[in-house]
């Protein structure tokens, strides 16, 4: 635990890559291999459920400071993070441990999710027995881990190249077999993480046979003046053009007699999509298809609003299946009889999947339309209706392009050319320090607009959504310095504040929503810019986000 929680340290002190990759390095070249296969898990971006609840922490780690609740929440306001708070008020540790990251992990971390449904009366006392044995550096590390918090400043892709560099493979390679492994289980094995570092030649075999996905290909935004498309990108005629849909995008694989959906954050969705199991049920074995899960309804795609009644919901009874049906529209194949097309060309790989399309004239599998036009510019004009389909504008595809691994360095290969993004007016009403490097700062922000028109009487500032990116460091110190001056009402961390600061929101998509004041919900929102010629009079309204409802 004590060389985790260095690396950890090193890890979150340095915005170095060279430092951070010889951090990870050092760390798995020493690390045992049980304490090395819990370590890349939790890098590489798993982090267990919360094990303990929240409410408890905070009430035993008030009581072992010896503080009132006041200071502790004030603590916490400045501090900005509940697992940093706590390791930092607790008293100095009176017993010593021996274990490694896994010996943690397994005897005293992943227990407690069960003790607390079992035993809660002696879960207090389990989590004192354990914070006695820990310093302050390892206090931090553990408390993000039961509050199931844990992040730091390293990506997959360098944990990626630390594994690459310890066993002397490609790092392609290393990408692929790391899909799936951050969802292994509860209890991933110190044979999963040999398996990743392994000679090449020993683990490929196990893929023909397993559910293991491949590492999802990313598209590059693509923003260029519509006049330079032809210079950047030659004619339309070398590209295969289709709808970037906005669903939920999945690898359904068939190896073995057995059938696997995996979504691209890398979840097992199989259960979640009942129709979709069906599907890869009737694939031939040794089949993996790229696609987007979406909601078919009437002939067409629906809104991803849709989708999301069906994420949400716990179990999938007869009627939500029948009233919200989705199907995959696939844009790829992957794998063909236990073969893998990746090197293919994208012009192969789609000959090979309408044919497999074709042949198996599946409900629940349709082909990715693709788009013509004589020119750029007749493209661009197709372009236009996309929102009215429920699509995020259109995706390009170099039909010589590999399927590769990631956003990849070869720029060109694959473009995403969105729709501008909807954008209305808002002014910021309640503000809340943001985390990490922005724990001192008032970062997130609601945002709100009027009721109803300019003139009307007694209108109201009603809160539609929150957002947090978009704005400079610089703007962002300008903002908070304006927040703590024109503070109404505090609600814990939660700031009231006069609205006088407009911005221009941006989003991806707007949908009806009776789980908000507004009536509203929006997609993705962003800060586009700081409307600071705008006074609050001027916001939008909720009659001007109605007009932007899909109809």
Do not use: C
């Not at 408390?143 to 190249?161: M, P």
């Not at 007694?458 to 503070?487: H, N």
């Amino acid at each position: 635990m004590t060389a985790f929680a260095a690396l950890y340290r090193d890890l979150d002190a340095s915005t170095s890559n060279l430092a951070k990759q010889a951090a990870l390095q050092r760390y798995l070249r020493e690390a045992d291999a049980a304490d090395a296969t819990w370590a890349v898990y939790f890098l590489a971006g798993s982090k267990p459920r919360q094990l303990v609840p929240t409410k408890l922490l905070r009430l035993l780690a008030q009581e072992a400071a010896g503080l009132p609740e006041w200071l502790f929440d004030e603590s916490y306001d400045a501090v900005g993070d509940l697992a940093e708070t706590i390791a930092l008020l607790l008293p100095p540790p009176s017993e010593v441990h021996e274990l490694g990251l896994a010996g943690w992990v397994e005897q005293h971390l992943l227990p407690l999710r069960e003790a607390a449904k079992t035993a809660p009366e002696q879960l207090a006392e389990r989590l004192r027995a354990q914070w006695r044995q820990l310093a302050i550096e390892e206090r931090l590390v553990y408390f993000k881990l039961i509050t199931g918090a844990f992040r730091v400043g390293v990506s997959k892709l360098q944990v990626t190249q630390a594994l690459a560099a310890m066993g002397g493979i490609d790092a392609k390679r290393v990408a692929q077999r790391l899909m799936g492994y951050t969802h292994i289980g509860a209890h991933p094995q110190a044979g999963d993480y040999r398996t990743l570092i392994a000679p090449e030649s020993n683990a490929e075999q196990v893929q023909k046979t397993s559910g293991q996905p491949y590492p999802f290909f990313l598209a590059h935004p693509f923003n260029i003046p519509l006049e330079q498309f032809d210079a950047v990108l030659g004619p339309p005629a070398d590209w295969i053009v289709e709808w970037k849909w906005d669903g939920i995008r999945a690898q359904l694989l068939k190896r073995a007699g057995a059938v696997w959906l995996w979504s691209r954050g890398e979840e097992l969705v199989t259960e979640r999509f009942p129709e979709l199991a069906v599907l890869g049920e009737a694939l031939p074995d040794g089949t993996v298809l790229d696609g987007e899960i979406v909601v078919w309804r009437e002939g067409k795609v629906q809104p991803f609003a849709e989708l999301q009644k069906r994420i949400g919901r716990k179990t999938l009874g007869a009627k939500l299946l029948r009233d919200i049906p989705v199907v995959l529209l696939a844009y790829d194949l992957l794998e063909w009889e236990g073969r893998d097309l990746r090197a293919l060309p994208q012009s192969e790989r789609r000959v090979l999947l309408d044919e497999l399309v074709t042949r198996m004239q599946h409900p629940s599998l349709l082909p990715s339309p693709m788009l013509t036009g004589l020119d750029w510019a007749d493209l661009a004009r197709q372009r236009e209706v996309a929102r009215t389909m429920g699509v995020e504008g259109m995706m390009l595809k170099r039909r010589d392009a590999q399927y590769g691994v990631g956003r990849t360095k070869d720029v060109g290969v694959w473009w995403k050319w969105k729709i501008d993004p909807l954008s209305i007016d808002a002014v910021l009403i309640y503000a809340q320090r943001g985390h990490g490097r922005r724990a001192s700062l008032f970062s997130d922000y609601t945002f709100a607009v009027w009721d109803g028109p300019p003139g009307q009487e007694d209108r109201k500032l009603v809160p539609f959504a929150k957002a947090y990116s978009g704005l400079t460091d610089a703007e962002m110190a300008r903002v908070d310095a304006i927040i703590r001056k024109t503070t109404v009402e505090s609600f814990g961390p939660v700031k009231s504040v006069k609205p006088t600061l407009v911005f221009e929101l941006g989003f991806e998509g707007i949908a009806r929503s009776t789980r908000h004041k507004s009536g509203i919900a929006v997609r993705f929102p962003r800060m586009l810019r700081w409307r600071e010629d705008k006074p609050v009079e001027e916001v939008d309204t909720l009659q001007t986000l109605a007009a932007l409802l899909p109809v």
